[in-house]
C-alpha cells in the first residue's frame, strides 16, 4: 500500500498550498480514452477521484450527468471498472478514491465489493446516499480492510448531526460548498468559510471542499481555509467541449495542470 489519503493531503499541505483532487468519470468519453485523461494528468493531482457511471445520480448535474450517460451506453461492468482502476493504481502512485451510490455496491454485494476495491488497490470511497447510520456493517466492513469512508457535509447539514458524520468518516471530509447538484458557479459561497472553520474546532480530519469548484480562483479561495479542492464539472465539460477533437488529452491536461499550479509556493513543480 502506498500513501494513504490523509497523508497525501498532509504532504500537499506542506508543500504548497493545499491538495489537488480532479474527479473523472470512469468511462467518459471511452473506457481507454478516460484511462489516458487520468494518466496524463495525475503528475498535477494529489488524489484522483473516480466517479462510476450510475443512471440515477441525485448529486450530479447536469454536466456529469450527460458524461455518466454517455459512459452508460458502453459495455462498462462494474468488474471492467474494477481492472481499470487497478490497472491505473498500479501504475500511478498517487491514492485513490471511488465515488459510487449504494446500490451499486449492493447490487454487487458488500463484501464482495470491498473485497475488489482492496485488490484494485482504492484507498476511499464517497457514497453521496449513504447515511453515516444507516448501514453500520457497511461502515465496520471498510474498516477491516483499511479502506476510507469519506462522508458529505453540506451547509445544510444540521449542527447535531455533524459530531456523528466526524466519527463514521474516515481520510477526509468532503464539504460541499452549496446547497444542491454538482456544477460550475461563478463564484464560491463566501458563508462556508465560518461553516469549515467551526468543523475544524471538531475534528482533525482534512476538509477538502467540492461542488462548484470550476475555476483557478476557487481552488486558490477554499484553500485559505480548507486543506483542499475538488474539481468535477469543469473537467468533465473540458472533455465535452472538446470530445471530437485530436488535442481532447492535451486540452485536459493543460486544464488541470493550470487548476492546480495555483497551489504551488513557487518552490515545488
Do not use: W
Given at each position: 500500500?502506498g ?9 500537499a499541505?506542506s508543500?504548497k498550498?493545499g491538495?489537488f ?6 468511462g ?6 478516460s ?10 493531482a494529489?488524489?484522483i477521484e473516480l ?10 448535474g ?15 461492468s ?6 481499470m482502476?487497478?490497472?491505473l ?5 498517487k491514492p485513490f478514491?471511488m ?6 455496491i ?12 482492496k485488490?484494485?488497490?482504492?484507498q476511499?470511497?464517497?457514497?453521496p446516499d449513504?447515511l453515516?447510520d444507516?448501514?453500520?456493517s457497511?461502515?465496520?466492513l471498510l474498516k477491516?480492510?483499511?479502506i476510507d ?6 451547509p445544510a447539514?444540521v449542527?447535531s448531526r455533524v459530531?456523528?458524520?466526524?466519527n463514521?468518516c474516515?481520510?477526509?471530509l468532503?464539504f460541499?460548498?452549496?446547497?444542491g ?5 461563478t463564484e ?6 465560518a461553516m ?12 477538502c471542499v ?9 481552488v486558490?479561495?477554499?484553500v485559505?481555509y480548507?486543506?483542499?479542492a ?6 468533465v465539460q ?7 477533437s ?5 486540452q485536459v491536461?493543460r ?8 497551489l504551488?509556493n513557487?518552490?515545488?513543480?
Amino acid at each position: 500500500m502506498g500513501i494513504t489519503i490523509q497523508e497525501a493531503i498532509e504532504k500537499a499541505k506542506s508543500r504548497k498550498k493545499g491538495a489537488f483532487i480532479p474527479y473523472f468519470i470512469m468511462g467518459y468519453p471511452n473506457i481507454e480514452m478516460s484511462y489516458q485523461l487520468i494518466k496524463e494528468s495525475a503528475p498535477y493531482a494529489d488524489i484522483i477521484e473516480l466517479g462510476i457511471p450510475f443512471s440515477d445520480p441525485v448529486a450530479d448535474g447536469p454536466t456529469i450527468q450527460k458524461g455518466v450517460t454517455a459512459a452508460l451506453k458502453q459495455d462498462l461492468s462494474m468488474d471492467r471498472i474494477f481492472q481499470m482502476a487497478e490497472r491505473l493504481t498500479s501504475e500511478i502512485p498517487k491514492p485513490f478514491v471511488m465515488m459510487i451510490y449504494f446500490n451499486q455496491i449492493l447490487a454487487y454485494g458488500m463484501t464482495e465489493f470491498a473485497d475488489r476495491l482492496k485488490q484494485a488497490g482504492i484507498q476511499g470511497i464517497i457514497v453521496p446516499d449513504l447515511l453515516p447510520d444507516s448501514e453500520p456493517s457497511f461502515n465496520e466492513l471498510l474498516k477491516s480492510y483499511a479502506i476510507d469512508l469519506v462522508f458529505l457535509i453540506t451547509p445544510a447539514t444540521v449542527s447535531s448531526r455533524v459530531p456523528q458524520i466526524i466519527n463514521a468518516c474516515h481520510g477526509f471530509l468532503y464539504f460541499v460548498s452549496v446547497i444542491g447538484i454538482t456544477g460550475q458557479r461563478t463564484e464560491v459561497n463566501k458563508e462556508i468559510q465560518a461553516m469549515i472553520e467551526n468543523l475544524k474546532a471538531q475534528t482533525d480530519l482534512p476538509i477538502c471542499v467540492g461542488f462548484g469548484i470550476s475555476q483557478k480562483e476557487h481552488v486558490h479561495s477554499v484553500v485559505q481555509y480548507a486543506d483542499g479542492a475538488i474539481v468535477g464539472s469543469a473537467i468533465v465539460q473540458r472533455i465535452t467541449d472538446h470530445i471530437d477533437s485530436p488535442d481532447l488529452s492535451e486540452q485536459v491536461t493543460r486544464m488541470i495542470q493550470d487548476l492546480s499550479s495555483v497551489l504551488s509556493n513557487g518552490d515545488d513543480k
